[in-house]
């Protein structure tokens, strides 16, 4: 339910804009942007129960952290953009012991993405947004054992295009640009789906 009203959200937004053009003192109407997110994501697929149901005792997961994101944008009028970013998901965790034993296995994400945003001008250069684009992204397992003195590693790669949707709120004010938003990517690969979720505050610079 969720998803469905995020994703219509975010489609309002980018098909209403153009019906209330507007501009403000201060506020670019078109031209370049660049800017900087942190924020938190938060990892859809539970890797704790995924090691258990593989044997392993004692599991504990973390499916959360710390992500950034470097984003550069075209402003074509005050209702319409396209925006391109780097994005850092950062790393999700599931750790394994036993007496005599441990286990860990990191999967770290990032990718590219390219997306349309549709804004709808509040005031005085407070705007709402909708986004939706694809993200190709590649993800690192890192796993590793050790057992009585011994120790094994291994890794894996995999990749993939996907679509991500978002919806935020913008502020911006002598050309500096301040935003709030929340990211949904719809990740998927060899028919598992893994859902991140992205919450973010970022700053950026209008030319």
Partial sequence: MMKRLIATAALT?????????????????EGVYVGTALGQ???????????????????SSDDTDTAFKLF?????NPNFAVEASYVDFGDFTANSSAPGYSAQAKLSMDGFTAALVGKLPIQDGFSVYGKLGLIAWDADLKESEQF???????????????????????????????????????????GDDFEIDLISASIGYRF
């Fill in 41 to 59: 994501s938060k990892l859809k697929f539970d890797m704790g129960s995924f090691y258990r149901d593989l044997g392993y005792p004692n599991v």
């Fill in 72 to 76: 550069v944008g075209y402003q074509f």
């Fill in 148 to 190: 009585m003195g011994s120790s094994a590693s291994a890794s894996y790669g995999e990749d993939g295009t996907d679509p991500f949707y978002g919806i935020g709120a913008e502020y911006v004010v002598n050309q500096v640009m301040m935003r709030l938003e929340f990211e949904r990517y719809d990740l998927s690969e060899g």
């Fill in 13 to 29: 937004t980018l098909f209403a804009a153009p019906a209330f053009a507007q501009s403000y003192p201060g506020v670019p109407d």
